[in-house]
């Protein structure tokens, strides 16, 4: 059977074999080009994706000109990107102006560590993995918050302090949803989490308080990548682009991409908690349909169920109007919190009294 | 009673936000449904909406014959005078003068195809055509005479 982890033992052994004690240093810089690489191509894909899915939902037919079916239309657009301009403006803070898009890629990237891609295949499965999240995810807000205030442009300032309101608010909603996992699992390891839901998902094991944890994460993560519906951040109505309106060229580009890699992370961690991260979907006592269920690649399972949250994201993002200031704080404050909270206590309830199966 | 409210509030939220869900995912899996026309590619089978509203032009029947009285209406309709018309006396056979059109003329490049001279037109005369397709490389093109050369009203039209 296909398997990335044998791959990976071989190329230890190889690298053991060859280069002694540098290898660490070694894996280290494998890592770092995959994750690149896996950026540059979830960035082209994800974008494209994203123009299609909006353009069937809106009775059109998106991008189809640039290579067969518009599939290179990314790809132009990266490259347009790359031979841009990059303008600065004229009494901006010109150091920050230029780190904030680094930053915002940089907590990008940290978050890649945790993540299972297939069965052994785990940069580093630190044993605070949930918690190590969800501390990374808010360093975004810095770098989002940085690249408002050194722009020197009103509307790029609203936004950056709007998106900062947003990402605080929505953060307890997702910690706690997350919680109800940790609390189920007995441990915050991601690969203990995956191992937990051997004989099932959580999200089928834990009856309805976990769905409702899992709406209310979805709606939390959907608010901390300010996409539509609580893409007040950008609000390009009210505020022309928000945090990124004065950057262009390849700053914009990263903005852009981390944007993307952020929901893919997301959607990989919830695909991760609810819905078994690499593991086959197997029903109890059923042998041959759980080993035919075995056949397919565990990588296969796990990006199928995070392309699924990312496509559940978009139709979010393309059938709902965005949401005032007010109403964005009172649904977080006055809805998803006090409810995520309740909730939490019937599961942990749950998990005490063994309901879950 | 607050929280009764307050769970209705949570039921009817998701509930709208369900049923508008439903329709976007009844157009992302028919893409049947789609309306966009790739224009340039298609320009033989184009399918235009009924009301499309290209261009103004005058109906004349199979004997040159139109409906225009040359009462005006159209001209005083117009919000951005792209309308104007020339009158001029006929002499009819029992030789009392008759007001009667001499030239229509239409300036398509003020026209904002706002349908105010086709709705004030008492007796049909105009109608919005279907063309759209009106760059020309002399602006003098667009100002356009829509009565045809020799034709008269028609019998009866008052």
């Known amino acids: 059977?296909?398997?990335?982890?044998?791959?990976?033992?071989?190329?230890?052994?190889?690298?053991?074999?060859?280069?002694?004690?540098?290898?660490?240093?070694?894996?280290?810089?494998?890592?770092?080009?995959?994750?690149?690489?896996?950026?540059?191509?979830?960035?082209?894909?994800?974008?494209?994706?994203?123009?299609?899915?909006?353009?069937?939902?809106?009775?059109?037919?998106?991008?189809?000109?640039?290579?067969?079916?518009?599939?290179?239309?990314?790809?132009?657009?990266?490259?347009?990107l790359l031979m841009k301009e990059g303008l600065v403006p004229d009494l901006a803070d010109k150091f920050l102006f230029n780190l904030a898009p680094f930053i915002v890629m940089m907590a990008a990237m940290l978050l890649l560590a945790p993540i299972a891609f297939a069965k052994g295949i785990q940069i580093w499965d630190i044993n605070i993995g949930v918690l190590y999240v969800s501390a990374v995810s808010s360093i975004s807000v810095i770098g989002i918050l940085m690249a408002g205030w050194s722009s020197n442009n009103k509307y790029a300032m609203l936004g950056a302090m709007r998106s900062g309101a947003q990402i605080v608010s929505y953060?307890?909603?997702?910690?706690?949803?997350?919680?109800?996992?940790?609390?189920?699992?007995?441990?915050?390891q991601i690969s203990d989490i995956i191992a937990a839901q051997e004989n099932g998902w959580w999200i089928f094991k834990g009856h309805i308080p976990v769905i409702i944890s899992f709406v209310i994460f979805i709606i939390a993560v959907t608010a901390e990548t300010n996409r539509a519906p609580f893409d007040l951040a950008e609000a390009e109505s009210e505020l022309t682009a928000g945090f990124h309106t004065e950057y262009s060229g390849m700053r914009f580009a990263l903005f852009f991409l981390a944007e993307y890699i952020n929901i893919f992370i997301v959607c990989a961690i919830g695909a991760t908690l609810y819905l078994g991260g690499w593991m086959p979907l197997?029903?109890?006592?059923?042998?041959?349909?759980?080993?035919?269920?075995?056949?397919?690649?565990?990588?296969?399972w796990f990006m199928g169920k995070t392309f699924a949250l990312i496509l559940l994201i978009m139709w979010f993002r393309w059938t709902f109007p965005r949401l005032r200031v007010d109403q964005l704080l009172t649904l977080e404050w006055k809805y998803l919190l006090p409810i995520g909270l309740f909730n939490?206590?019937?599961?942990?309830?749950?998990?005490?009294?063994?309901?879950?199966? | 009673m607050f929280i009764k409210e307050y769970i209705s509030d949570v039921y009817q939220g998701v509930r709208s936000l369900l049923k508008g869900m439903k329709k976007t995912g009844y157009y992302f899996v028919h893409p049947s449904e789609i309306i966009t026309q790739q224009y340039p590619d298609?320009?033989?089978?184009?399918?235009?909406?009924?009301?499309?509203?290209?261009?103004?032009?005058?109906?004349?029947?199979?004997?040159?014959?139109?409906?225009?009285?040359?009462?005006?209406?159209?001209?005083?309709?117009?919000?951005?005078?792209?309308?104007?018309?020339?009158t001029k006396f006929d002499v009819t056979p029992e030789g009392k003068k008759k007001k009667a059109l001499d030239t229509f003329i239409y300036h398509l490049e003020l026209c904002t195809m706002c349908n105010l001279c086709i709705e004030a037109c008492p007796t049909s005369a105009i109608k919005m055509?279907?063309?759209?397709?009106?760059?020309?490389?002399?602006?003098?093109?667009?100002?356009?005479?829509?009565?045809?050369?020799?034709?008269?009203?028609?019998?009866?039209?008052e």
């Open chain 1, 171 to 188: 953060e307890l909603s997702a910690g706690f949803s997350v919680l109800c996992i940790v609390v189920l699992s007995g441990s915050l």
């Open chain 1, 344 to 357: 939490l206590l019937l599961v942990t309830l749950m998990a005490i009294q063994g309901w879950h199966f």
């Open chain 1, 1 to 80: 059977m296909f398997s990335f982890q044998q791959w990976a033992a071989t190329i230890h052994q190889w690298l053991q074999m060859h280069t002694g004690n540098w290898v660490v240093f070694w894996e280290c810089v494998i890592i770092a080009l995959l994750a690149i690489t896996l950026f540059a191509v979830l960035g082209l894909v994800l974008v494209l994706l994203e123009r299609k899915v909006a353009a069937h939902i809106q009775i059109r037919l998106g991008p189809n000109r640039v290579g067969p079916g518009g599939m290179l239309q990314t790809v132009a657009d990266t490259l347009k």
């Open chain 2, 129 to 157: 055509a279907q063309t759209f397709e009106h760059s020309v490389f002399n602006r003098n093109e667009l100002t356009k005479k829509l009565n045809q050369p020799n034709s008269k009203i028609r019998e009866g039209v």
């Open chain 1, 282 to 300: 197997h029903i109890a006592n059923w042998t041959a349909f759980n080993s035919i269920m075995d056949y397919i690649p565990s990588s296969v």
């Open chain 2, 42 to 86: 298609n320009k033989d089978q184009l399918v235009l909406p009924e009301r499309f509203r290209g261009e103004v032009v005058m109906t004349h029947d199979e004997n040159n014959e139109h409906a225009c009285t040359g009462c005006t209406a159209c001209e005083l309709a117009c919000p951005n005078g792209t309308i104007k018309i020339i």
